[in-house]
Every structure is written in C-alpha cells, then in structure tokens.
C-alpha cells in the first residue's frame, strides 16, 4: 500500500509538460484531476483511470526499483511513457550498433583475458591439488556476472524511466542495492563452496575438510571483494551513461560482465594460493576468515533495510541466484572432467569467451525487454504484440525495436568470435593459426548458443513480467546460468567433434 506525507515533496518540474506527479494517495478522483491536467497540455481527451490503479499487482514484492504510485498505470494513450511525461526513446539501428559494439568488444577481450588467465593458473599448485576449484569457476563467474548485471539491468531501467533524477533518491537506491550485492556475494559465494565441495565428494568419494574449509573461504573472500569493486565502478559507469546521453541498457551489462570475469578470476586465482601455502603452517586461518566475513553479513542487511526496494529483494531474490549457481555448477561439472582429458585441452581456454560472449548478448537482450515493459504495460499484463502462443519468429523477425536488437545481437555473434580467436592467436604467439575445421565448429557452438538463449529469453522476459516478477531482478541470473551450462557443453562437443574429424 501506498503512503503519503506533507513533507519533503518533489517540485521538480517534467521537462515535456513542466508537471511532476507527486506522492499522493487521497483518492480516485484526485488522479483522474491530476490526469485531466496532464493530457491538457497533450490535446488527449482524459478519461478516467483504468480500473488497475489500486491493484496488488502493481506493489509487490518484485517491483524493486519503482516506488512510485504510477508504477503499472496507463493514461487514456495507454502507455507509462505519458504518465512520466516521457516517451519511450527509439534508436536507429545504426545507433543500437555503435552503442552496443564498443562495450560487447570491451567484454569479449575481458573473456578472452579470463580465458587465458584460467589457461595459466590451471598449472598453479592450488589446482592442481584441489582440483574441486575447477568446478567452484562457473558458479562463481557466473554469481559475480549475475550480481553486476541484475544490478545493471536494475539501475539502467530505473535510469530510462527517470526514477533517479532526484540526487537524494539516488543515493538511497545505490547504497541500498549495493548493500543488498554484498549480503547476496557473501552468502552465495558460501554456498557456491558447499555445492562445489558437494558435487566434488560425489565424484571423488572422498571429503578432505581442509579442502572444504579453503574453498569456502576463497569463495567468500573473493564474492565479497569482487562484488565491492565491481559494484563501484557500476555505479560510475551508468550514471556516468546517463549524463552523456548513452542507453545504459546496451552498455551497463556487457562491461559488468567483461570486468566481473577477469577481476573474479584474477582474485580466485590470488586469493586460494596464498591460501593454500598458508594451510599447513597455520591450519586454522582459512575457517577464521571466513567466519570474520560471513559475521560482516548483519551489517549489510541492516544497511539494505534502509532502502524500501532494497529490502523487498533482500527476501524476493534468492531463487533465481540460488537456481543460477546449481546450474552453472553443473558447467563446472563439465569443465572439470575436461581437464583431464587430452582432446579436450582448449576447453579450459576458450569456455569463458564463449560462456562470457553469450551471457553479456542475452543480458543486453534481457534489459532492453524489460525496459520495454515497465514503459507500456503494467506489471502483470502483457503488450498486445506478446499475447498468444510464442513463435521464433517473433525474437527475430520482427521490426519492433526488441526484434531488432535480437538481430543484431545474433548478427554480432560470429564476426565478434572471430575477432577474440584471433587475439587468443595473437597474444599467445602459437605458431600455428586456428584450423578451418576448429573456427567452423567453435562458431557453430557458438551460434547456437546465442540462438538459443536470445529465443529463451524473450519467453522468459514476458513469462515472468506476466506472473507479477520484474524481470530485471530475476531473469538474468537464470539466463547466464543456462549460458555457461549451454556453452560449455556445445564447446566440450566442439572438440570432441573435431578430435573424430581430425
């Protein structure tokens, strides 16, 4: 329910109809007046308010960034654009190009740097000792993306819609949603652990405590410091994409994902050597640690229990990370026997390229979707060019703008991981180039698993906006999940594929 006070109100003007609704709830007829006003200044005959103003759809638990009693609601035009005083911004496709092709660039090379990171402290002695850590690197990338791009999804919707204009409300929102990131990289980045050591004791048969103690406390150490740095430097990044007039949905995500793989890895690797030589000496330092982190966990709920919408997520948005990180485990599963296998040997290479490349495509896909909804329809309602049985045909034949961007998305696909095989090429120095055969098969597993996730993500996006979810909080954590488990699967087919043609 909504509530309202005297105090404090916002007399910002709109910059189209210099009318900026305010925070209000005495009754119907005040918004059909308030509606009267605005549509004045449009020459749109006011009507009165649709029936759904005072739905509990509209104020769930899963509107986490909207608080604001025009969140869902339609004017006689029947978009939120108006209520807003806005209209949705469009975008040629020349320019969805040139926005999403710098940050999707700048990703990739991230990939590919965690890609051949991963390549080289695969020999460390840590690895190849506690080889459970292997199956700890895609849930754990996977979290860290999850965390950073539902955190970007969330605050570049928020940012398009104009629900941050306001330097106070801002703030609030950051501190509150950062807080939160924090609460969920620790607790995730514990449980990631246990399920790793899990999934490890049963193929293995054998449980070494130590081992448990030292994957968890790598786990929580890295989640939570990856997730401080990263969020930070989130924050600049779209804020910093609003004032130059750049959609910070085509650009928020990809360059969440391209620092959340190096950095987390980078850490990942530090972090469990020192770890590991300090264990026999002092065997008792990784359960400290850990434990010191796991008590800071309070701290931050208190602080995410300051923010309304913080606080809401901090119960509503575990099911989807949580899901994420068994899935990508089962990634983890895969990679892990790969080390071991010869003809296998450029998975550990190339599994966070591709895994990294189809997660910031269908990410970007993710937000744009979402951006779409929360501008024409209310939460729980469905626009009339989504209703109906799904086809593939709508993702990527259509000239709507999300059909659009479908097909650049794809379209970017195979030329961008030609461009990251060949640095891969370049800044190792083999002597060789890659195979006709090798490029033909990668690129197929590649395109495949973009396909696949840009058609599951349209079903999913409107699946979860018509159950009453916000998409921006839950859909992205189960969509780069099924991106690793899909990438590294296609990708461990591609060798094997080319070891019986070669």
């Known amino acids: 329910m909504l509530t309202t006070t005297s105090k404090h109100r916002d007399t910002k003007q709109d910059s189209s109809c210099n009318i900026q609704p305010k925070k209000t709830m005495f009754s119907n007829l005040f918004f059909f007046i308030l509606s009267v006003i605005i549509q004045k200044d449009h020459d749109v005959k006011p009507t009165l308010p649709p029936p759904y103003y005072f739905s509990s759809k509209e104020f769930s638990e899963s509107d986490p960034l909207f608080h604001n009693e025009f969140y869902g609601t339609a004017l006689a035009s029947g978009t939120i654009s108006e209520i807003h005083g806005q209209e949705m911004p469009s975008e040629s496709v020349r320019a969805l190009v040139i926005q999403i092709l710098f940050p999707f660039l700048l990703a990739g090379f991230g990939t590919v740097l965690a890609g051949m990171l991963l390549d080289v402290v695969q020999h460390w002695d840590v690895f190849r000792n506690v080889t459970e850590i292997f199956i700890l690197v895609p849930p754990l990338l996977g979290l860290k993306g999850n965390l950073e791009m539902t955190l970007a999804s969330r605050l570049s919707t928020a940012v398009n819609v104009g629900r941050i204009n306001s330097s106070s409300e801002k703030w609030k929102l950051i501190i509150g949603n950062l807080a939160l990131k924090q609460v969920q990289a620790t607790v995730l980045g514990f449980l990631a652990a246990l399920v790793t050591s899990a999934l490890g004791w049963i193929l293995e048969e054998e449980l070494i ?49 391209s620092l959340g793989d190096i950095i987390t890895l980078g850490l990942l690797a530090v972090i469990s050597q020192v770890f590991f030589y300090c264990m026999e000496p002092y065997p008792y330092i990784t359960y400290l640690v850990c434990v010191v982190f796991l008590c800071l966990t309070p701290m931050w709920v208190i602080l995410s229990f300051r923010h309304p919408e913080s606080q809401k997520l901090l119960f509503s948005s575990w099911e989807p990370v949580i899901t994420a990180v068994v899935i990508s485990s089962l990634g983890g599963l895969i990679l892990d026997r790969a080390i071991t296998d010869p003809k296998l040997e450029g998975v550990v290479l190339y599994s966070p390229v591709i895994n990294g490349v189809g997660g910031n495509l269908v990410s970007i896909q993710a937000s744009r979707i979402a951006t779409y909804l929360h501008f024409h329809c209310p939460l729980g309602e469905l626009p009339d060019d989504a209703k109906g049985c799904y086809c593939p045909c709508r993702s990527f034949c259509t000239t709507g703008p ?10 970017l696909a195979i030329p961008g991981h030609l461009v990251f095989i060949y640095t891969i090429y370049l800044i190792q120095g083999n002597p060789d180039p890659p ?18 996730l840009l058609g599951i993500v349209d079903v999913m996006v409107h699946c979860l906006w018509k159950c009453g979810r916000d998409p921006d909080s839950f859909s992205i954590p189960y969509l780069t999940a099924l991106g690793d488990l899909l990438g590294t699967g296609f990708l461990t087919l591609c060798f094997l594929l080319m070891s019986l043609v070669t």
């Open 209 to 257: 405590v130590n081992h448990v103690a030292l994957l968890c406390c790598c786990s929580v150490v890295t989640a939570f410091t990856a997730s401080l740095l990263q969020g930070i430097v989130m924050v600049g990044v779209i804020v910093g994409s609003k004032k130059v007039g750049v959609n910070p949905d085509n650009i928020a995500t990809p360059i969440a994902a």
């Open 435 to 452: 195979t006709a055969v090798f490029i033909f098969f990668y690129l197929a597993a590649a395109f495949t698993q973009v396909f696949l």
């Open 402 to 411: 999300n059909g659009r961007s479908a097909q650049v998305l794809l379209t």
